[in-house]
């Protein structure tokens, strides 16, 4: 089935779901109902991402939260807005629609509808990349636009590429945010740990390396996508795992356009982006989950674009290299990707 139809599908199974128990469900106060222009019900209330996420300083007791009963959608003005699925996933704490199908069972309209949710279940592991992608207010961010020292000192992060890329820095948690921008919207940030310093303290706890915001749409999507479309007119981009190489990419201006995948794993919706591309030049790094991503990657693209495959240096990673000439000269050494695949293998039973 082709993403259009799963969209439909998609936003009919939204439509089935009754808002208003949803709504119930999660204790929504502070309810009234209005009639919007276009004659739908939204329903009015105190925001109810706010416990999940707080963001509101007293607990939006003036409601600035909204769920349309026709629609399926829900929104917070100062906050976020999506379909009432995403909604339902921010609430539970799930990053995948399959762990949430058993909740949203309760909530259908009429229960002959259970073959239809079943349905659209079995596809959301193949095709849910299709989907939109709920958005995220830039303001949110704005009590984290600040620097630490750790990307100057540590890293080698210019302040001009942190102000480019919107990098801040989240003094209660003591992390990084890392920011996440797709098709020109806010769709979530991850925050990332930082080592003590010489003058500074390390994050605690010091697990997850990455902590990301619900839903973040990991597997969908690729780290400065938007960016790179813009600027190659879809000739060659460089693919990397993790946020932190291409910010280190931008800071050295380096004259290549990185993104990343958001670790080794890469999604199917992924793979299929990266075929927007003209020639992919693979940079994982050198672990077994890096070759093993990679070797994936390559054999996902190679019989639709030019695929070249840069063998990574040990223990060392784009993000870890002082000067765009030391960049520039190990993408050089990409080879194509039959070349690269016979030689990962050989490597790979080396780590």
């Keep these: 089935m082709d993403g259009k139809h799963l969209t439909s599908m998609y936003d009919k199974f939204s439509r089935k779901l009754d808002v208003r128990a949803i709504l119930d469900f999660y204790g929504a106060q502070n309810v009234s109902e209005v009639t919007a222009a276009d004659g739908t019900t939204e329903i009015v209330h105190s925001c109810l991402l706010d416990r999940v996420e707080p963001h509101h300083a007293n607990g939006d007791a003036h409601p600035s939260a909204w769920a349309n009963t026709d629609k399926g959608l829900y929104f917070c003005t100062t906050y976020w807005g999506g379909d009432i699925l995403h909604f339902i996933a921010k609430m539970e704490g799930r990053e995948n629609f399959s762990d949430i199908m058993p909740v949203v069972g309760d909530f259908l309209v ?142 050295l201006d380096v004259p290549h356009h990185v993104i990343a995948t958001f670790g080794a794993k890469v999604g199917k919706g992924q793979a299929e982006l990266l075929r927007d591309f003209d020639q992919v030049i693979v940079w994982f790094d050198d672990d077994i989950a890096g070759y093993s991503g990679a070797t994936k990657l390559i054999t996902s693209l190679y019989r639709h674009i030019e695929v070249l495959a840069v063998t990574p240096d040990a223990g060392a990673d784009l993000a870890d290299l002082d000067s765009a000439d030391q960049v520039v000269s190990k993408i050089e050494s990409a080879e194509p990707a039959a070349l690269w695949l016979a030689s990962s293998s050989a490597k790979t039973m080396r780590i």
């Design 110 to 251: 009429r229960r002959d509808d259970a073959g239809f949710r079943e349905q659209l279940e079995k596809m959301f592991a193949e095709h849910i990349y299709s989907i939109d992608i709920p958005s995220y207010s830039e303001r949110v961010l704005d009590p984290w636009r600040k620097t630490h020292p750790y990307m100057r000192d540590v890293r080698g992060i210019t302040q001009e590429a942190q102000e480019r890329l919107q990098i801040g820095f989240d003094e209660r948690e003591n992390r990084i945010v890392i920011p996440h921008f797709w098709k020109d919207r806010l769709v979530g940030w991850q925050k990332r740990t930082i080592p003590a310093g010489p003058y500074w303290p390390a994050t605690f706890p010091d697990w997850p390396k990455y902590r990301s915001t619900s839903g973040f749409p990991k597997s969908e999507t690729l780290y400065a996508y938007d960016r790179a479309m813009r600027q190659s007119g879809k000739r060659s981009v460089v693919v990397v795992e993790s946020p932190m190489s291409v910010i280190k990419a931008c800071s």
